[in-house]
């Protein structure tokens, strides 16, 4: 599996951006997917995860603000980003990792097999 990453750029503070992540390969449903993100001068952190079945999980910093979603049948992540701050200018990334389980999904980089080169999302003040 490959992903590409797309819909990065440039927000103003409060407003939106949707980030999508197109995988490669048939193997889709059978993946956990997640955001990361990097904001310079800092190690990446876990933003959300979606498992197979849809269940979410979120950093504090984002629930109500941030919504993660799958759609299996396009073989696509996304990521709908709202009330924007500067706060969440970052690199965003996109990780899946293949599991057995339905339910649930990792919150550690290190648990992600595969990445997708990153999207800058910029947020001014």
């Known amino acids: 599996v490959q992903l590409q990453a797309s819909g990065g750029g440039l927000a103003q503070a409060g407003g939106s951006l949707r980030l999508s992540c197109a995988a490669s390969?048939?193997?889709?449903?059978?993946?956990?997917w997640a955001w990361f993100r990097q904001a310079p001068g800092k190690a990446r952190e876990f933003v959300t995860s979606?498992?197979?079945?849809?269940?979410?999980q979120y950093a504090e910093s984002v629930k109500g603000r941030f919504t993660i979603s799958r759609d299996n049948d396009k073989n696509t992540a996304s990521l709908q980003m709202n009330s924007l701050g500067p706060e969440d200018t970052a690199i965003y990334y996109c990780?899946?990792?293949?599991?057995?389980?339905?339910?649930?999904?990792?919150?550690?980089?290190?648990?992600?097999?595969?990445w997708g080169q990153g999207t800058l999302v910029t947020v001014s003040s």
């Open positions: 990780a899946g990792v293949r599991r057995s389980s339905t339910y649930t999904a990792p919150s550690r980089a290190a648990e992600y097999a595969v």
């Open positions: 390969g048939r193997s889709f449903p059978n993946y956990a």
């Open positions: 979606i498992s197979r079945n849809g269940v979410t």
